[in-house]
Nanobody, 128 residues
Framework: VQLQAFGGGVVQAGGSLRLSCAASGRTLISYNMGWFRQTPGKEREFVAAITWSGGTSYSLDSVKGRFTISRDNAKNTIYLRMNSLKPDDTAVYYC??????????????????????WGQGTEVTVSS
């Protein structure tokens, strides 16, 4: 499966953005999906994940109540709605697909090493 993330940009603190991740080559219903982010010099960090059916989702504590992950399997797309953005949210955001549907715990889906496919990233800059 090929993933393409888009929707990033420059926004003021307190603003909102919606990231999208579109898939091609295979239907997304075959994958649990995640969003990660990375800043220069730091490891790629888990942000949110959602199971293949959309029935369960997880998010990083620091984004709970502000970010919402969702998916539309009919459109082969997942989303990350980001509200009340802070300068600390500035990063390149990546979507990723995990093909092992037998595992769906937080600790599994928050582990970037579990993901099999990655999109190219979309940059989010939050100005203060």
């Amino acid at each position: 499966v090929q993933l393409q993330a888009f929707g990033g940009g420059v926004v003021q603190a307190g603003g909102s953005l919606r990231l999208s991740c579109a898939a091609s080559g295979r239907t997304l219903i075959s994958y649990n999906m995640g969003w990660f982010r990375q800043t220069p010099g730091k490891e790629r960090e888990f942000v949110a994940a959602i199971t293949w059916s959309g029935g369960t989702s997880y998010s990083l504590d620091s984004v709970k109540g502000r970010f919402t992950i969702s998916r539309d399997n009919a459109k082969n797309t997942i989303y990350l709605r980001m509200n009340s953005l802070k300068p600390d949210d500035t990063a390149v955001y990546y979507c990723a697909a995990d093909q092992d549907l037998s595992r769906s715990s937080y600790f599994y889906l928050a582990n970037r090493d579990r993901y099999d496919y990655w999109g190219q990233g979309t940059e989010v800059t939050v100005s203060s």
